[in-house]
T-cell receptor, first 112, second 111 residues
Framework: GDSVTQMEGPVTLSEEAFLTINCTYT??????LFWYVQYPGEGLQLLLK?????DKGSNKGFEATYRKETTSFHLEKGSVQVSDSAVYFC???????????FGTGTSLTVIP | DGGITQSPKYLFRKEGQNVTLSCEQN?????MYWYRQDPGQGLRLIYY???????QKGDIAEGYSVSREKKESFPLTVTSAQKNPTAFYLC??????????FGPGTRLTVL
């Protein structure tokens, strides 16, 4: 079945460091891919998405490119801030749109 | 403003008691979902509904029940049959195959 595997955390970075959180997927057909962010005690917020191969999603300095050849959707940011500290979830929506699959989440802490 | 609301934010349950978590959306979305999140873990699907008066079990439906009498509402009941209900519960909605949008969550604690 469809699934998402993302890099285990926790990840700790200094402010202004480069961030990469790896995400790979297994799916039949043509899934849509998402990154969500969760701050402590809150629900998930959509960070960015891509709906077809080679699409790049971007928001608030974060980027991820839908790579069908490597079945990946890695999250990157060039310079992290303390306010980026949160848990990040990679997710896919299967080709029917009826099922969502989430990774286990990666906790990021950015220190000043 | 459009969005998803969940209430209450915090809920306490005694052993053997049923409790109901509310989820309301005014986004006119057809599909609604309930997830459970345990500390340090990802999301697990409890139930989902794609249209009014219809719903399907997710991966961990045992001990839970839902109803979908109105498009905008999808309440979740945690029954006494759920032996370990302490968790963070998240409701979401979408128009498939598009993005799921999440509510702020309800934290349930068993006393």
């Amino acid at each position: 079945g469809d699934s998402v595997t993302q890099m285990e955390g926790p990840v700790t970075l200094s402010e202004e460091a480069f961030l990469t959180i790896n995400c790979t997927y297994t799916a039949t057909g043509y899934p849509s891919l998402f990154w969500y962010v969760q701050y402590p005690g809150e629900g998930l917020q959509l960070l960015l998405k891509a709906t077809k191969a080679d699409d790049k999603g971007s928001n608030k300095g974060f980027e991820a490119t839908y790579r069908k050849e490597t079945t990946s959707f890695h999250l990157e940011k060039g310079s992290v801030q303390v306010s980026d500290s949160a848990v990040y979830f990679c997710a896919l929506s299967d080709w029917t749109g009826n099922q969502f699959y989430f990774g286990t989440g990666t906790s990021l802490t950015v220190i000043p | 403003d459009g969005g998803i609301t969940q209430s209450p934010k915090y809920l306490f349950r005694k052993e053997g008691q049923n409790v109901t978590l509310s989820c309301e959306q005014n986004l006119n979305h057809d599909a609604m979902y309930w997830y459970r999140q345990d500390p340090g873990q990802g999301l697990r699907l409890i139930y989902y509904s794609q249209i009014v008066n219809d719903f399907q079990k997710g991966d961990i439906a045992e001990g839970y029940s839902v109803s979908r009498e109105k498009k905008e509402s999808f309440p979740l009941t945690v029954t006494s049959a759920q032996k370990n209900p302490t968790a963070f519960y998240l409701c979401a909605s979408s128009i498939p195959p598009h993005t799921q949008y999440f509510g702020p969550g309800t934290r349930l604690t068993v006393l």
